[in-house]
Each structure stands twice: as C-alpha cells, then as structure tokens.
C-alpha cells in the first residue's frame, strides 16, 4: 500500500492541486446547485448540493468530519434551506467518512446496499494505511465507521418540490469502485455519478478494494461510462467527484479516452523498465516519472498527486 494515499496526510495538503472548477453555484432550469470542493488534504472532493427551493439533497459526505462542517457551513451561505438527504454514491473514505457531520444536521444518510456491504473492508484498509504506514491517524483519532439511515437495491425515489425527482440507480457493477449510484434529476437535466468522472482532472486509479487489495481494471469502468452514455441524454450535466461539470456527451466519451490512454502509458512506461520479468518491472516504477507522462500526454489537467499516490492499482494490474 506504499502509494495508496501519500506519504502523510499533510503531504497531500501541501501539493499543488488546483484546477479550473466551475462556479460553485449553478441555476439548471428548476432548482440550484452549490459545489463544494475540498482542499488537497481532503483530496478535492466534491460534494455537490441540489436546492429543489424547499429542501436540499446533498451527495458524498467528504474525508472527515471536519471537511464535511466545512461543506455544510458553505451550503448555509447559500441558502436557508435544510439538508434533508444526503447521497453515499459508492464506498471509498473521501465519500463516508464525513457522514456524522450531516446526521448532526438532520439530513437522512441513504445508500445502496451494495455500498453498505463494501463499506467495512474498504474502511479497514483505508484506516491501517494511515495509522500504521502513513501515520497520519492514530487509531482512537482515525474517523469512526459509519452507517446508513436507509439502504436500497436497486433504485430509490426521492420526491422534490414541485412534482420533481431525484432517482437513485445503483449500477451494480465495479468502476472506480466496487460499485457504484448514480443519480438522475430529469426536472433540472442533472447527473451525479461520483468518481466515474474526473473531467479535465486526473483520476484515481487504484480500483476497488477486494479482498484487502487495490483491484483495479480498465474495462468494467470503462463499459459503466458506456452504459450511462446510452442510458441518460447526452445534454445531461455531469457532475463527478473530481474536476468540472460537463455535458453527458463530452464528459463520458473524456473519461473513456483518458482511462484507455491511462493503461497505454502505464504499460508503456513499466515494459520500458530493466528486468527479467513483469513483477521485476513492477517493482522499479517511479511514480514521479508516472506522473509526468500523464502530465505530457494530458496537459492542463490538474490533480497531478492522483496518478502519484493511487495508480499503483492500475500498474499492480498489469
């Protein structure tokens, strides 16, 4: 796990990570939407808020406790306006972990069960990391397990003012993730789907985590892009985890160019590297000379510190 975060939390928090973010405040035709981004340290997660002018549907809950206060007090000099639901839209830290800090406002945390059942493993991984390698936590100081107020199978209906929706769907199949929810709001042409996208930011490629180890591949996150390409209209705002908001069209046909490019490079860069086999290969990647071959390849993307500290899954997968 020598690359799964950073060196030390405070490592990442020092990185530059900037990147061109849309405003954080956007009128789609019924409602608002408000975008939270962390800082580095909180690895510039996005929560992204949808105001329907009554109530407010947050989605991904942020890395700790704090960073998601930090959300909440940015919400309020938005609107006055409750937070009546927040969204877990799959099971990685930076999407949980910051859950308590909703629950104390009132919101109801809902989550597919899938993202319930993954949530555990993924937790013990990510919290031994950084108490005992990264030594960023101790154990007591590591953020508590979380817990949903309501899970669902396969899609959940969330009623908003003036006759709209919001449609929960749970992909049921691995992506940047074991699985992955995605939310559809037909009446404001809105689509938040995590982390499948990083849009002109670079991605985390470290896979899910199976059997308490990174598992990453190409294709399955590549066939869930395609198969929401087909599925939503192609002038439907993306929302990810990371990065800019973009049209269906342009932020899916992106992020497949950018995740079939990543395996390129990266194959091409380990097989270039002395050894007598692939696992000798392997052990003599350089993450900073990584990094700069995304960098090359995709200029002006931002986040460089993603292809650092969590392509180790993609390289481990070759």
Same mark, same amino acid.
């Given at each position: 796990?020598?690359?799964?975060?950073?060196?030390?939390?405070?490592?990442?928090?020092?990185?530059?990570?900037?990147?061109?973010?849309?405003?954080?405040?956007?009128?789609?035709?019924?409602?608002?939407?408000?975008?939270?981004?962390?800082?580095?340290?909180?690895?510039?997660?996005?929560?992204?808020?949808?105001?329907?002018?009554?109530?407010?549907?947050?989605?991904?809950?942020?890395?700790?406790?704090?960073?998601?206060?930090?959300?909440?007090?940015?919400?309020?000099?938005?609107?006055?306006?409750?937070?009546?639901?927040?969204?877990?839209?799959?099971?990685?830290?930076?999407?949980?972990?910051?859950?308590?800090?909703?629950?104390?406002?009132?919101?109801?945390?809902?989550?597919?069960?899938?993202?319930?059942?993954?949530?555990?493993?993924?937790?013990?991984?990510?919290?031994?990391?950084?108490?005992?390698?990264?030594?960023?936590?101790?154990?007591?100081?590591?953020?508590?397990?979380?817990?949903?107020?309501?899970?669902?199978?396969?899609?959940?209906?969330?009623?908003?003012?003036?006759?709209?929706?919001?449609?929960? @769907? %749970?992909?049921?199949?691995? !992506?940047? #993730?074991?699985?992955?929810?995605?939310?559809?709001?037909?009446?404001? /042409?809105? &689509?938040?789907?995590?982390?499948?996208?990083?849009?002109?930011?670079?991605?985390?490629?470290?896979?899910?985590?199976?059997?308490?180890?990174?598992?990453?591949?190409?294709?399955?996150?590549?066939?869930?892009?395609?198969?929401?390409?087909?599925?939503?209209?192609?002038?439907?705002?993306?929302?990810?985890?990371?990065?800019?908001?973009?049209?269906?069209?342009?932020?899916?046909?992106?992020?497949?160019?950018?995740?079939?490019?990543?395996?390129?490079?990266?194959?091409?860069?380990?097989?270039?590297?002395?050894?007598?086999?692939?696992?000798?290969?392997?052990?003599?990647?350089?993450?900073?000379?990584?990094?700069?071959?995304?960098? @090359? %390849?995709?200029?002006?993307? !931002?986040? #460089?510190?993603?292809?650092?500290?969590?392509?180790?899954?993609?390289? /481990?997968? &070759?």
């Amino acid at each position: 796990m020598r690359h799964l975060f950073c060196t030390t939390f405070l490592t990442v928090a020092m990185l530059s990570a900037s990147c061109a973010a849309d405003s954080p405040v956007v009128r789609p035709p019924k409602g608002q939407v408000y975008v939270f981004e962390s800082d580095a340290s909180g690895f510039n997660t996005k929560t992204v808020f949808y105001d329907d002018g009554q109530q407010v549907v947050a989605f991904d809950a942020q890395f700790t406790e704090g960073s998601a206060e930090q959300a909440i007090a940015f919400l309020k000099q938005q609107t006055s306006h409750p937070i009546k639901y927040l969204i877990v839209t799959h099971p990685n830290p930076d999407k949980f972990l910051g859950v308590p800090a909703f629950k104390k406002v009132g919101a109801t945390v809902i989550m597919s069960q899938e993202t319930a059942q993954h949530m555990p493993a993924v937790y013990d991984y990510k919290k031994y990391y950084f108490v005992n390698i990264a030594k960023s936590f101790t154990d007591s100081s590591f953020p508590k397990p979380v817990t949903a107020d309501k899970t669902f199978a396969d899609t959940y209906t969330i009623p908003t003012a003036g006759g709209g929706t919001v449609e929960l @769907r %749970e992909l049921h199949q691995a !992506g940047i #993730s074991s699985n992955q929810t995605v939310a559809y709001i037909k009446q404001a /042409n809105l &689509l938040i789907v995590g982390d499948l996208v990083h849009h002109r930011v670079h991605a985390w490629l470290e896979g899910p985590i199976v059997e308490g180890k990174a598992a990453y591949q190409t294709q399955p996150w590549v066939n869930a892009l395609r198969r929401l390409q087909k599925e939503y209209p192609a002038t439907a705002r993306v929302y990810g985890g990371r990065g800019e908001a973009a049209p269906a069209a342009l932020a899916f046909a992106d992020q497949i160019r950018y995740l079939t490019q990543a395996e390129t490079i990266t194959r091409s860069y380990v097989e270039s590297l002395p050894g007598n086999s692939l696992a000798d290969k392997k052990a003599k990647v350089d993450y900073a000379t990584l990094t700069k071959a995304f960098e @090359r %390849e995709f200029p002006g993307y !931002g986040l #460089s510190y993603m292809i650092s500290y969590g392509a180790y899954g993609l390289v /481990n997968s &070759l």
